[in-house]
């Protein structure tokens, strides 16, 4: 089965601890995305890769970070510097990084910071 | 800069009936456009999208959306609506120019009501 996996589905941490958001595609696609999604709020692009070892800045890339070092695994670290953690996280994949496209998904993981 | 907008939060309509969720966008070149679906607390789903040529696209599960490109519009319709069609849809576009980034919408709620 094809497709891209983030685990775990829900996480709970407590404020002021990093917590590590695992993605893995078996797409062979080259560009990867994180998301974050808050309600009435759509989609908002965290960082994206175009190629194993180089990633950009999105547009609320302040408190996370991430690594790109295979093709297939694209980790996200929430840390404790973002000021409002709990959202629900998505992960995408597309086969290039030109502009038309598609993206796929993951299925997502819900974070919860207390 | 590039935006996109969908002016109902929730759109309501009968089994059997058709449907039409709206989406117009904003870009300073010509626009690539996609239609995505989102089950809850699931990823999204690619549904279709609008490269260039012939203005009424067709995509997955029945869904097809025109291009107007005077009313900077790309309307998402289905001729006759499930119940299993309710979800959250979601427009996105990405300017032709290249710039990487995808802008999505805020998301339409589609209840269908048996």
């Known amino acids: 089965d094809g497709g891209i996996t983030q685990s775990p589905k829900y996480l709970f941490r407590k404020e002021g601890q990093n917590v590590t958001l695992s993605c893995e595609q078996n797409?062979?696609?080259?560009?990867m995305y994180w998301y974050r999604q808050d309600p009435g709020q759509g989609l908002r692009l965290i960082y994206y890769?175009?190629?194993?070892?180089?990633?950009q800045k999105g547009d609320i890339a302040e408190g996370y970070s991430v690594s790109r070092e295979k093709k297939e695994s694209f980790p996200l670290t929430v840390t404790s510097a973002q000021k409002n953690p709990t959202a629900f996280y998505l992960c995408?994949?597309?086969?290039?990084?030109?502009?038309?496209?598609?993206?796929?998904f993951g299925p997502g993981t819900r974070l919860t910071v207390t | 800069a590039q935006s996109v907008a969908q002016p109902e939060d929730q759109v309501n309509v009968a089994e059997g009936n058709p449907l039409t969720v709206k989406c117009t966008y904003s870009v300073s070149g010509n626009p690539y456009l996609f239609w995505y679906v989102q089950y809850p607390n699931r990823g999204l789903q690619f549904l279709l999208k609008y490269i260039t040529g012939d203005n009424l696209v067709k995509g997955s599960y029945g869904f097809e959306a025109e291009f107007n490109k005077s009313q900077t519009s790309f309307h998402l319709k289905k001729p006759s609506a499930l119940v299993s069609d309710s979800a959250l849809y979601f427009c996105?576009?990405?300017?032709?120019?290249?710039?990487?980034?995808?802008?999505f919408g805020t998301g339409t709620k589609l209840q269908v009501i048996p």
């Open positions: 890769s175009q190629i194993v070892n180089d990633f």
């Open positions: 995408a994949s597309s086969i290039g990084s030109d502009p038309f496209y598609e993206q796929y």
């Open positions: 996105a576009v990405r300017d032709q120019g290249g710039y990487q980034k995808v802008t």
């Open positions: 797409l062979n696609h080259d560009a």
